[in-house]
DNA sequence: CAGGATCCTATCCGATACTG
DNA sequence: CAGTATCGGATAGGATCCTG
């Protein structure tokens, strides 16, 4: 996805010189909080579920979307992928340890959030 | 950014059913992990910065996308913006208490991605 | 310095159709 | 069922120019 440049920075700037753009880590930043990666993850959180299980989880997603978004999470090593060579085949997606880690703060993230915006109604309503 | 279609869901198929599109959370998420709002939210973390700083850490940012980032995550209420009316005009960005409440997890993923990452070349040396 | 306005391109992403 | 392939519209986002 767009993929990091790598090019080291010159001298005399490194002041507030995070390593954003030139960051390896950015390619799998981006992939989890890319428009799906998160939702893919947190439902995965629950339970490990099956691509059409995942796409009507996933309210909004489609097929390419979905399969495009589990690819990049699958090669980043954050989501397992089995396959059942039945017929129907049966495909099961899941989250490897490092995705468990990595998806945690995500939920965290996404209750700060809901609790703020219903904190908020309450207050509208008052 | 896009919207949220806020449709409600038909019964009979509650199983999987986390409140993803049809949220109103959707659109702060949406700007919390946008490109570059997850890189504005950490580059602030560390300290309020102006303008023209926050576009030199965070490499690669056009004023444009910066600009529209900023816009967006002051509305939700996660960044906030002084002026100082002088010559020239000085415009300072920081925190709120929400958004470093809410950019802690984002931290926190990172720390956890990079973490990894760090461990990988490690072992990929040996 | 801090940005708005404009233009233009790359890509994202959904809809549709097709395959093993 | 679990995808891939292709197309086309919408949007993201960079470059440039301009203003208070």
Chains 1, 2 share one sequence.
Not at 64 to 91: F, G, I, N, Y
């Amino acid at each position: 996805m767009a993929g990091g440049m790598h090019f080291k920075r010159a001298e005399g700037e490194q002041r507030y010189d995070v390593f954003h753009t030139d960051c390896p880590a950015r390619d799998v930043v981006d992939h989890v909080t890319s428009r799906w990666g998160v939702w893919v993850l947190i439902s995965l959180r629950s339970t490990d579920l099956r691509f059409y299980e995942l796409r009507e989880s996933i309210r909004g997603i489609s097929e390419k979307m979905l399969s495009q978004t589990l690819r990049a999470l699958v090669e980043d090593d954050l989501v397992w992928r089995r396959v059942e060579p039945t017929t129907p085949p049966q495909v099961t997606y899941g989250l490897t340890e490092f995705g468990r880690h990595v998806s945690e703060p995500l939920t965290l993230l996404f209750d700060r959030i809901t609790e703020r915006l219903a904190a908020r109604d309450v207050e509208a309503d008052a």
